[in-house]
C-alpha cells in the first residue's frame, strides 16, 4: 500500500520547508546533540523546563526531510507537555514507526499522536526509522540529562 509518495506527505514536505522552532533556545536548561550516521542527520534540542512541564523547546540541526520534520513536529507537539506526557507520546510514536514491533513496554494508555502520525507510513521504509526517531532520541538524552551526543547507531 505505501509508497515514497505517501512518505513523504504533505505535512512533511511543509515542515521540512519551513520547520518550526528552528533556532537556539538561550534559556534553555537541558540541550542534548544527535547524529544518525547512516543518513548523516544531526540535531541540537533545547528545552527549557520548569516544575516537570516543557515551557519551550527548539531545535537546530541539517538532514533529510524526515529528520528535519520529525523535529519541527516534535517540538510543536511537546511545547506545554509534561515530562511524563512527552516519554509516553515517545513511547507512541516509537511503536507507530516501528509498525507497533518496537515498544512492548508501550502502556496501554498509549497517547494519541495527532499530526504526528504523518510518519506511519516510514515503518515501511526501516532505514527511515531512524531519520524519524532522531529528535525523539535525543529528547530522551536531554531529558535525563546525558552529556554524550546520542547516536542511533
Ligand atoms: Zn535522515
Given amino acids: 500500500m505505501s509508497n515514497m509518495r505517501e512518505l513523504y506527505q504533505e505535512v512533511i514536505l511543509d515542515h521540512n520547508k519551513r520547520p518550526r522552532n528552528f533556532r537556539r533556545l538561550e534559556e534553555a536548561n537541558r540541550t542534548a546533540n544527535g547524529f544518525n550516521p547512516l543518513c548523516g542527520d544531526k540535531i541540537a534540542l533545547y528545552l527549557n523546563v520548569e516544575d516537570g512541564i516543557i515551557k519551550d523547546i527548539s531545535f537546530e540541526g541539517l538532514g ?6 520529525s523535529a519541527s513536529m516534535m517540538t510543536q507537539t511537546l511545547k506545554g507537555k509534561s515530562i511524563e506526557e512527552a516519554r509516553r507520546l515517545f513511547h507512541s510514536f516509537h511503536d507507530m514507526v516501528t509498525c507497533g514491533g518496537g515498544r512492548p513496554e508501550c502502556p496501554p ?6 499530526k504526528l502520525e504523518a ?13 524519524a526517531t532522531l529528535a525523539w532520541h535525543t529528547l530522551n538524552a536531554a531529558l535525563e540529562g546525558k552529556d554524550d551526543p546520542v547516536t542511533t547507531e
Avoid: Q
Fill in 109 to 114: 494508555d498509549c497517547p494519541a499522536l495527532g
Fill in 64 to 69: 533529510c526531510a524526515i529528520s528535519t520534520a
Fill in 119 to 131: 510518519f506511519s507510513g516510514v515503518c515501511e521504509f526501516p532505514v527511515r526509522v531512524k531519520c
